[in-house]
């Protein structure tokens, strides 16, 4: 009988916990103070990356178009970028209308492009520099990604809690979402340095 009455105490804790965690979740992140500064990490990580990957999507395409690049490699290699970064910057312009109630404007943005203005160059040249000019792109985005991926470790393990063998860490899912894509970035943008070192 006592397991049973315990059984029955652990199911109703987590179903209350599955109930608070999922009404919680569906909150937008507008009170800072509500989230422990949630809202404003998260903005400044789609603040960057939005730009970054757009930027990168855009001199991408400019370079899978060029036909006079004589190497196809440049083109093929350009175009699975372009097709990526758009659709991340579509993934995180959700992100934030989702978690921070209301649309990214890239037009407002601060963001100062880290590549040289490659619209006067074409054929092999601008392969070579597009080559030269993604690698720096891609090294900063990196960069950035792993200082927000350090700011949630960090976040996470001073908000976590262990009794009795077990850590329960508190988080929301924009924490989750952002964490997700600044890893997938790094994944992605070092695999392509790893691509581009070879050309």
Excluded: C, W
Aim: no cysteine; net charge neutral; hydrophobic share 40%.
């Amino acid at each position: 009988m006592k397991k049973m009455i315990i059984t029955i105490t652990l199911l109703v804790l987590i179903a209350l916990g599955f109930i608070l965690y999922k009404n919680y979740s569906d909150k937008k992140l507008t009170n800072i103070d509500d989230s422990k500064n949630t809202a404003a990490m998260v903005k400044n990580l789609l603040d960057k990356m939005i730009p970054q990957n757009d930027e990168s999507a855009q001199i991408s395409t400019k370079v899978m178009s060029d036909l006079d690049i004589t190497e196809s490699k440049f083109r093929i290699l350009s175009a699975n970028i372009a097709d990526r970064d758009s659709f991340r910057v579509s993934q995180m312009k959700g992100l934030y209308i989702q978690y921070l109630g209301g649309e990214y404007n890239i037009a407002s943005s601060t963001y100062k492009n880290v590549m040289k203005d490659m619209t006067d160059i074409k054929g092999d040249i601008l392969a070579k520099a597009y080559v030269k000019e993604m690698i720096n792109h891609h090294n900063k985005t990196i960069s950035d990604a792993k200082d927000y991926i350090k700011l949630i470790d960090k976040v996470r393990k001073a908000s976590s809690n262990t009794q009795d063998g077990l850590t329960v860490t508190t988080s929301h899912p924009a924490i989750d979402d952002s964490y997700n894509f600044a890893v997938e970035i790094i994944k992605d943008y070092q695999a392509d340095i790893d691509t581009m070192k070879t050309f």
